[in-house]
């Protein structure tokens, strides 16, 4: 039985509906003690304010109301709120690659409003044009057709269709605990109980799920090494070998959906996705990679999928595609898929807005002028070996992981028994962001570290002092 919340329900109140709904998978949960005690201690009146005129005036949905906080800017690394306290931003949704407020990327807008805000969707434009061509010119493989969205959701949604319609099947496989969107199709084929169960459904039919690679955790239970790298002498892969399985058995699946490095984070193991690229291909099934939070430069590499070898049949993006500024996302796709002229996949309003056609394209640029994915490795490399570090001094983290600028802190009750640790997660996250850090917490336990890819040395280092200092004080506390 649920909860109804009132339009006169204050922020106390609404926490009533706390012990109700899904497992949290997605953020931290927002009707905690903790967030509670966070407003209690740190909104003034005016913030208090602003926070609750938000629950007031918007439908209530998990991770989003009641908001943190308001925040009144944004700019490069940092968000700061209306009481004047600044975050380092190590969340972002993930559409901060290239930071907030890039000068380059306002110039380009603001000079793109003045020329030409709009087209009709009957009419191109030279920015969709050349958006299209450059998207087709740095994806991998022989990846060239484009389709544009607004958002990543509807991006997904566009793969389907080019799936359904090119193999003349409907069915799906994809991965429990993954997230591919909020709209019908696009939860479907996701994974998280907050975005696809209870009053949502029913879902698309032929949705078919299987357990994710998560070596730290082996669905299937195998163990780790000490480093939480899989002993693939023992497990024989058997998380892709199940995708296989899966195909074989149904006969009839149009495509496997998924992210190639998973967005909590979780690496994927050596020879994963070959493994899945081949039983793909031998069932006839198209391969779809979703890296709408991590691609762009944020694991080392332009496009995650690169690190492993492997190239999809569809490839969408979004999120940091619009500079942090505008939403559009894309689907690329090989040529041989371009099966739709007679019907209309996307077809969105804004679906070649020269505005948002724009920003891609200078997004696109900037990370390849100022060498963000080239960052991203350096950096990445160098956080992971002081997270390293900390996992060593900090028996509260169970495992450390991650690729490039997607990095993921594992916290644990328990060491041996890997038991999550999701109320420590939480009050790290109370800490830090009262100290200056703000990140995003995945699957309840996963300190989750995104920071834009312009970050300094000397503010990632700070970023992980902050972090160090956190999880010390919550050892200290327990």
Not at 205 to 219: I, K, L, N, Q, S
Not at 369 to 388: I, V
Request: with cysteine.
């Amino acid at each position: 039985m649920g909860v109804t919340l009132g339009p006169a329900k204050g922020l106390a109140d609404m926490s009533s509906s706390a012990d109700f709904g899904p497992r949290q998978s997605e953020g931290e949960t927002n009707l905690s003690p903790q967030r509670r005690a966070f407003h209690e201690r740190h909104l003034d009146d005016a913030a208090r304010a602003l926070v609750e005129a938000d629950a007031r005036h918007f439908l209530h949905q998990a991770v989003s109301t009641p908001c943190l906080t308001a925040i009144h800017k944004a700019e490069g690394i940092w968000i700061e709120d209306v009481q004047g306290r600044r975050y380092m931003d190590f969340h972002g949704n993930n559409v901060h690659q290239i930071g907030y407020g890039h000068p380059k990327l306002i110039a380009a807008i603001k000079d793109q409003l003045d020329d030409l805000p709009f087209t009709p969707r009957r009419f191109t434009s030279a920015p969709a044009i050349d958006l299209a061509a450059k998207l087709a010119a740095i994806a991998p493989g022989d990846l060239s057709k484009v389709l544009l969205t607004t958002g990543g959701s509807a991006a997904i949604e566009v793969a389907l269709k080019i799936a359904r319609a090119a193999t003349g099947r409907f069915k799906t496989v994809s991965f429990w605990d993954s997230f591919h969107g909020a709209g019908f199709g696009a939860a479907s084929v996701g994974g998280e109980q907050l975005f696809r169960s209870g009053a949502i459904g029913p879902l698309m039919a032929g949705a078919e799920h299987v357990a994710p690679f998560t070596c730290y955790r082996c669905p299937y239970g195998y163990p780790c090494d000490e480093a939480g790298a899989p002993r693939l002498d023992l497990c024989n892969m058997t998380c892709a070998n199940f995708v296989r399985y899966v195909l074989e058995k149904e006969g009839d699946v149009a495509a496997v959906v998924a992210e190639p490095i998973r967005a909590v984070p979780t690496v994927p193991p050596p020879g994963f996705w070959r493994s899945v690229r081949q039983a793909c291909d031998d069932a006839g099934a198209l391969l779809i990679f979703d890296e709408i939070p991590t691609g762009l430069g944020r694991t080392g590499r332009m496009f995650a999928c690169e690190h492993e070898g492997v190239t999809p049949d569809i490839l969408v993006l979004g999120k940091g595609l619009g500079g942090g500024v505008l939403p559009i996302a894309a689907a690329i796709a090989r040529p041989g898929l371009d099966v739709g002229a007679a019907y209309a996949f996307g077809h969105y309003t804004h679906e070649k807005n020269p505005v948002t056609a724009r920003a891609a394209l200078t997004t696109l640029q900037i990370i390849e002028d100022e060498g963000l994915a080239e960052r991203a490795a350096t950096l990445g490399g160098r956080a992971l070996a002081r997270l390293q570090e900390i996992k060593a001094r900090h028996p509260l983290v169970g495992d450390v992981r991650g690729r490039g600028l997607l990095l993921g802190v594992d916290l644990v009750r328990d060491r041996e028994t890997k038991d999550p640790a999701p109320d420590a997660a939480e009050s790290v996250l109370y800490r830090a962001l009262e100290k200056g850090l703000s990140f995003k917490i995945s699957m309840g336990s996963v300190i989750n570290l995104s920071p834009p890819l312009t970050i300094s040395e000397a503010d990632l280092d700070r970023a992980l002092d902050i972090l160090d200092a956190c999880i010390g004080e919550e050892e200290g506390e327990n």
